[in-house]
């Protein structure tokens, strides 16, 4: 039986799994009350057992984003007219 619930990576999703593969049909996912239990927790992106991100972790994640002009140059300042253009 699947629970249909979403998570936040296939890697989770096969987390939430447990008990034998074989025989068929053993296989099971956690309940809602067993998740919570053993700290999952039902973030933005789906359910999750990472804890959540402390406010260091999102400030570091923020400051080691590059700016957008970093990764795509033609979205800054408009580059210099094309001198073969007559004015
Ligand atoms: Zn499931």
Partial sequence: ????????????GDRHRVGPHHPRGM???LT???????GWRESQYGWTDKP???????????????PVEA????LGTPGPPDPKQPL
């Avoid at 039986?1 to 989770?12: L, N």
């Avoid at 990764?71 to 033609?74: A, E, G, K, L, Y």
């Fill in 52 to 66: 959540p991100l402390t406010d260091e972790e999102k400030a570091r994640l923020r400051a080691t984003r590059p």
């Fill in 1 to 12: 039986m699947e629970c249909h619930r979403s998570f936040s990576s296939d890697y989770a």
């Fill in 27 to 29: 296989r099971r996912c």
């Fill in 32 to 38: 809602i009350g067993e998740m919570l239990a053993t």
């Fill in 71 to 74: 990764i795509n140059p033609s």
